[in-house]
């Protein structure tokens, strides 16, 4: 009896302790809050991801190398547009500078989705980054690893993009033809092997759909606008050569 009684006691007094306490000293538990995902503008990011990927390409030393020795002494560009290989060698790199520039518009564009402020703010460091040629951010990458290992990220989730989008389109095709199967079924008094026919329809379906989910899991569809656009950030870090 007398432990009860002492159990009651400390109850009540750690009861009263926190009732005693004022509101503004009571945590709350921090909310954690998921980042959205890009979802359907995962295309729009795999189309960004790809002209990335071949301005890259385009300015490799063989590319180059071509440019320079055959694309800029051929007759008819001599003759129409200037004799002058330096002022041809400059609208080139003018071309290229304008692509980069169209590609860090759309990094822009989804930068404004981010959380990170200094996400949100990429169309004034990129600025900053391309007048000065300094890299106060440290977006050029410190060596061919580096570069290697961000061009083969890009490079699949542009390619699992692209098989979602061909796998959703599949999805609708099949769900269109089943929603018409059904309407036909359902006007018709149709046999078992009409019905056996809707069965392996149905299931078609159901695969479809776990070869879509799983493909959204691994592609861009699932990434948030923060990891996208530190990609994109540091890929385009890569154009400092």
Known sequence: MALETLLVKVKTAISNSFDSVPPKLLKK???????????????????VMSKLLHLWHSLSDATIVRIRNDAVNLEGVRKIISNDE?????LACAEFAESLRVVANSVTRLGVRCEDPNLRSFQRAFLEFADSGCDPKEWALPG???IESKLKKMERYVTLTAALYR????????ESGFRKALIHADANNVGSKEQQKLYELQQKIFWQKQEVKDLKERSLWSRSFDSVVVLLRKSQGLMKR
């Not at 921090?30 to 189309?47: D, M, T, W």
């Not at 796998?167 to 099949?174: A, F, G, K, P, S």
């Open 86 to 90: 330096s002022f041809l060698l400059g």
């Open 29 to 47: 538990k921090p909310s954690f809050k998921s980042k959205p995902n890009v979802g359907v503008l995962a295309f729009e990011i795999a189309g």
């Open 167 to 174: 796998e959703m389109e599949e999805l609708t095709v099949l």
């Open 144 to 146: 061919p690893k580096e």
